[in-house]
């Protein structure tokens, strides 16, 4: 197959790789160049190529040397457009990949305009998540079913995807939801076993939702972190994250401050408030939206009015 790179290609050889005549070419565009002295024809490998493939009805090709017009025709396409991505061909990513398979292998099914636009539209769409994820500080995941299912068949949103992206990046690196996540489903799995005394996995499948499996993993590791940790100890939390841990920190403040008014130490209460209003303002200072603000406002006077319930 003749490389991407070569967009023109000149009389001698288009007769020989594609076996088109002269008068095939007449009906082309071309372009007349000099090398030294001698003039030469230059005409586009897209439009030999479709060429070519026109003549497969009428023609004694055989069906390696069709499948190599087809090929050379998408690759030649794509490579003038210069906006497809070679990685949306991986082995994760199946719908570039499909839609050139479809047309190289078989030329039924799709033309060569409709697999360059589902080429096209997967490396666009890949090109917008991986963006979005960089400006969390997070990668793309070829392993993840958010970003395939969204590169692939354009389900979610990209700026949604990072979100998720970025919190689960956090919940892996500084928390134990892994561990958590991995008890839930032995538990399961027990308690399962322990009912029906079988090992069926569609009847696993049946009492086991892996979405609020996940939840709930996500909700006790977030937890767990916040009783002893602070959100300024990781820059770069997800500020989705940042809030849910400052309703969980007043919490537990507010626990801890009920104990310290049993133990007449009130300074420990004191603290504990200036902590909340501090952090309150570190939200107010990046987040944006009303709801979230007013939410978290209501946490915080709830949290003052237990505070000094007793003085």
Known sequence: MRAMSYARICVSKAKSEYRVTERDLSTLRCELVYKSTTPKLLYSVRDVARVALEKQETSPLTSNDRRENREVLLSSTLAELSI??????????????????????????????????????????????????????????????????????AVGNPVDIANSMHEMRFLFDHTEYKLILNNKWRDALLEIDSRDGDDDEDDKDDYIDPNKMCESAKSDAIKRWAEIHDPDEVPDMPESLRETVFCLKSECIVAAAKKAWRARQPQIPFRALDYLEKEFEKIQR???DAESLAALQSTLEGAETVLFAHV
């Open 84 to 153: 497809v991505d070679s990685r949306v061909f991986s082995e994760f990513y199946f719908a570039a990949s499909m839609a050139r398979d479809a047309y190289v292998n078989s030329g039924r099914g799709v033309g060569v305009a409709r697999a360059t636009a589902t080429i096209i539209g997967a490396s666009k769409r890949m090109l917008t998540l991986e963006h979005a994820l960089k400006e969390r500080g997070c990668n793309l995941r070829t392993d993840s079913r958010l970003c395939c299912s969204f590169i692939d068949l």
């Open 286 to 288: 990046r987040t944006r």
